[in-house]
T-cell receptor
């Protein structure tokens, strides 16, 4: 079955450190890729998404992600984290089957990020 | 403002009881989804519906049921057959394929079996 792997389960950083969260998926066909963030006590919201074109995607709050097709990866990066980035981050993939997508997202297990001042 | 409303925010259920979680959206989205979130397991799909009066099982549908009688509403019933119902339940909706495709999530319902 298709799956999404997030190998970093819990990441602890100090403010101003650089961040990279890993995301790998298992599917040989075309995909749409997403990163969602869940701040404490808040609902999930979209950080960024990749459908096609430039594999380097920029999102909100200074986040970016790079799609590397050969590695089946879509890692999330931020050059300098802030205390307010403390949250849980979810990678998700939407699969194309034939001429259309499956219209449902497969999520990874999430990465909990804690940023200390 | 358009969005998804899930109610209640917290729900307590006795073992052996059925309970229904509400999800309403005013985004005019065709597709709606129910996910279950457990620590360390991410979000797992329970049921989804792409059109009124039609729905499909997700990866963990056993012990759950849904209905989609109106475009705006997609209630989830957690039945007594669900062996481990204590979890955080998230409802989402989306427009069909296209460059604007993506989910909008509700704020969730935390169900606890006592």
């Amino acid at each position: 079955a298709q799956s999404v792997s997030q190998h970093n389960h819990h990441v602890i950083l100090s403010e101003a450190a650089s961040l990279e969260l890993g995301c790998n998926y298992s599917y040989g066909g075309t995909v749409n890729l997403f990163w969602y963030v869940q701040y404490p006590g808040q609902h999930l919201q979209l950080l960024l998404k990749y459908f096609s074109g430039d594999p380097l995607v920029k999102g909100i709050k200074g986040f970016e992600a790079e799609f590397i097709k050969s590695k089946f990866s879509f890692n999330l990066r931020k050059p300098s984290v802030q205390w307010s980035d403390t949250a849980e981050y979810f990678c998700a993939v939407n699969l194309w089957e034939g001429a259309r997508t499956t219209d449902k997202l497969i999520f990874g297990t999430g990465t909990r990020l804690q940023v200390f001042p | 403002d358009g969005g998804i409303t899930q109610s209640p925010k917290y729900l307590f259920r006795k073992e052996g009881q059925n309970v229904t979680l509400s999800c309403e959206q005013n985004l005019n989205h065709d597709a709606m989804y129910w996910y279950r979130q457990d620590p360390g397991q991410g979000l797992r799909l329970i049921y989804y519906s792409q059109i009124v009066n039609d729905f499909q099982k997700g990866d963990i549908a056993e012990g759950y049921s849904v209905s989609r009688e109106k475009k705006e509403s997609f209630p989830l019933t957690v039945t007594s057959a669900q062996k481990n119902p204590t979890a955080f339940y998230l409802c989402a909706s989306s427009i069909p394929q296209g460059t604007n495709y993506g989910y909008t999530f509700g704020s969730g319902t935390r169900l606890t079996v006592v």
